[in-house]
């Protein structure tokens, strides 16, 4: 069965720290990898999405992931945390063998100290 | 242009009412979706819809009934509700039914069954 884990349901950094969140997937074919983001309240948003070009996907506002095959993870980074990152994030897998079916994970909740 | 919409935003129902929850797109897209948000579970999919006429289950369709009469529309109908239907749901679009293409999620309604 298809399968997301987000490995840490909460993460706390400081105002321009590095971000690391990290997610793990379980699947038998090359999925599409996208990373969420919803602040308080909100809807999700796009952050950014792997359809198998290159590996280190760049995404909006900074972030950026890197597929690895080996280890079937797809960890979402940040050079340096502003406050307007605390939201809470989710590591969405597709599964292109049924169609445009999403299967998220838990979420984590990052929170930005200053 | 205005994407996803849903509506209400807000709903209190008791136990064994039905109402509809109402989703539109005016983007044209194929594929629509409806998920489930409850704390620490992530999102999950109730039914989706591959074009006008066309739907399907996805992981958790009890109770949920959906039609797809065309492009723009896809409600959501809770037949009986029930205090486990209590949760936050939101409506996507896509243009393809392929994963690899992004999803455009409403803003949510959050219903609460007492």
């Known amino acids: 069965a298809q399968s997301v884990t987000q490995l840490d349901s909460h993460v706390s950094v400081s105002e321009g720290t590095p971000v690391l969140l990290r997610c793990n997937y379980s699947?038998?074919?090359?999925?599409?990898l996208f990373w969420y983001v919803q602040h308080p309240n909100k809807g999700l948003q796009l952050l950014l999405k792997?359809?198998?070009?290159?590996?280190l996907v760049k995404g909006i506002n900074g972030f950026e992931a890197e597929f690895k095959k080996s280890e079937t993870s797809f960890h979402l980074t940040k050079p340096s945390a502003h406050m307007s990152d605390a939201a809470e994030y989710f590591c969405?897998?597709?599964?292109?063998?049924?169609?445009?079916?999403?299967?998220f994970g838990a979420g984590t909740i990052l929170r930005v100290k200053s | 242009n205005a994407g996803v919409t849903q509506t209400p935003k807000f709903q209190v129902l008791k136990t064994g009412q039905s109402m509809t929850l109402q989703c539109a797109q005016d983007?044209?897209?194929?594929?629509m979706s409806w998920y489930r948000q409850d704390p620490g579970m992530g999102l999950r999919l109730i039914h989706y819809?591959?074009?006008?006429?066309?739907?399907d289950q996805g992981e958790v369709p009890n109770g949920y009934n959906v039609s797809r009469s065309t492009t723009e529309d896809f409600p959501l109908r809770l037949l009986s509700a029930a205090p486990s239907q209590t949760s936050v749901y939101f409506c996507?679009?896509?243009?393809?039914?392929?994963?690899?293409?992004?999803?455009?999620f409403g803003p949510g309604t959050r219903l609460t069954v007492t």
């Open positions: 819809s591959v074009g006008a006429g066309i739907t």
């Open positions: 792997y359809t198998s070009a290159a590996t």
């Open positions: 699947s038998s074919y090359s999925p599409s």
């Open positions: 996507a679009s896509s243009p393809g039914w392929d994963s690899l293409y992004e999803q455009y």
């Open positions: 983007m044209n897209h194929e594929y």
């Open positions: 969405v897998v597709g599964y292109m063998e049924y169609g445009n079916k999403l299967v």
